[in-house]
């Protein structure tokens, strides 16, 4: 059964402390993990998908980058606007179900 | 392009009533699916079509049915709504069954 594991389960974060998020997970063979944000009151919004070991992803204050057991989305300087949930997903090769993580709560205080 | 839309956003049920989501995409993506969240629970699937015409179960399908009535349309039925139920739905659409875009949500509560 594929499992997927977030911590921690919150982070409060000044403006411009860097940090990390940490996704572990197991999967019989990944096709793919997966990196949401999901705000308040709304539908997870989609930030990167990485394939294999070793692969990096970036976008604005985003880095997501995964080996063989855990992905890591860090944080760079971040602002009051990057807080929200990041969920991590993953998706065995032999299927197309994801399986999701309940998710890091950030809040970056100003 | 609106992406993938969501009606209503808002409901109330009585239990044993029964109610249609109705979902709508408008990307031309081939798969789509019905999630539901609820607190220290996570995003659980409950049904997903792969493609026109096909529709499976996911890990939570107990007291619902669902149509994909097109490749643009999948409705999520619940015949005979109960207070497990209350949840935020949401559904989801992908290319090639790869990374899914997601609606904004109906909230659900049965009573």
């Known amino acids: 059964e594929d499992q997927v594991t977030q911590s921690p389960e919150a982070l409060r974060l000044q403006e411009g402390e860097s940090s990390s998020l940490n996704c572990s997970y197991t999967?019989?063979?990944?096709?793919?993990l997966f990196w949401y944000r999901q705000d308040p009151g709304k539908g997870p919004e989609f930030l990167f998908t990485?394939?294999?070991a070793g692969e990096e992803k970036e976008k604005e204050r985003l880095k997501a980058t995964l080996t063989k057991k855990e992905s890591f989305l860090h944080i760079t300087a971040p602002k009051p606007e990057d807080s929200a949930t990041y969920l991590c997903?993953?998706?065995?090769?032999?299927?197309?179900?994801?399986?999701f993580g309940e998710g890091t709560q950030l809040t970056v205080n100003p | 392009n609106a992406g993938v839309t969501q009606t209503p956003k808002f409901q109330v049920l009585k239990t044993g009533q029964s109610m249609t989501l109705q979902c709508a995409q408008d990307m031309n993506h081939n798969s789509m699916y019905w999630y539901r969240q609820d607190p220290g629970m996570g995003l659980r699937l409950i049904y997903y079509s792969a493609s026109e015409g096909t529709t499976d179960k996911g890990e939570v399908p107990n007291g619902y049915n669902v149509s994909r009535l097109n490749k643009r349309e999948f409705s999520l039925r619940l015949e005979s709504a109960a207070p497990s139920q209350t949840s935020v739905y949401f559904c989801?659409?992908?290319?090639?069954?790869?990374?899914?875009?997601f609606g904004p949500g109906t909230r659900l509560t049965v009573t």
């Open positions: 997903a993953v998706q065995a090769s032999s299927g197309s179900r994801l399986t």
């Open positions: 990485l394939y294999s």
């Open positions: 989801a659409s992908s290319r090639d069954r790869l990374e899914q875009y």
């Open positions: 999967v019989s063979g990944l096709r793919g």
